[in-house]
């Protein structure tokens, strides 16, 4: 059983930075992804971001290529999320989520089975 602690978040201007870290306890196995995903009231939870804990392949929502990175410390066990140039449409509630094998692909909120509990993204106009 993994566990997810997500930090980081806040209010901030356009144009900003925030970065957002996820912490991470129970084994985290070399297949795994770890992703971040994001939701707005109202709507449905999206994909932002994943990476894959062994070899390192990233992968981005069209809409934060070029502005966000993912990366993952092995050694302590983290997961961030690098946040840059946001914009107001970047406003969420932002997840921290681990895949165990993935069956729909990392970017399918469906292959994920653990979630933290979110940190909400505030960008002002």
């Known amino acids: 059983q993994v566990n997810l602690v997500e930090s980081g978040g806040g209010l901030v201007q356009a144009g900003a930075s925030l970065r957002l870290s996820c912490a991470t306890s129970?084994?985290?196995?070399?297949?795994?992804?770890l992703g971040w995903f994001r939701q707005e009231p109202g709507k449905e939870r999206e994909f932002v971001a994943a990476?894959?804990?062994?070899?390192?392949?990233?992968y981005y929502t069209e809409s934060v290529e070029g502005r966000f990175t993912i990366s993952r410390d092995a050694a302590m066990n983290t997961v961030d999320l690098q946040m840059n140039s946001l914009k107001p449409e970047d406003t969420a509630v932002y997840f921290c989520?681990?895949?165990?094998?993935?069956?729909?692909?990392?970017?399918?909120?469906?292959?994920?089975?653990?979630w933290g509990q979110g940190t909400q993204v505030t960008v002002s106009s």
């Open positions: 129970g084994t985290i196995y070399s297949q795994y992804h």
């Open positions: 990476v894959h804990w062994r070899n390192n392949k990233k």
């Open positions: 989520a681990a895949a165990t094998t993935a069956p729909w692909g990392p970017t399918n909120r469906r292959s994920y089975d653990a």
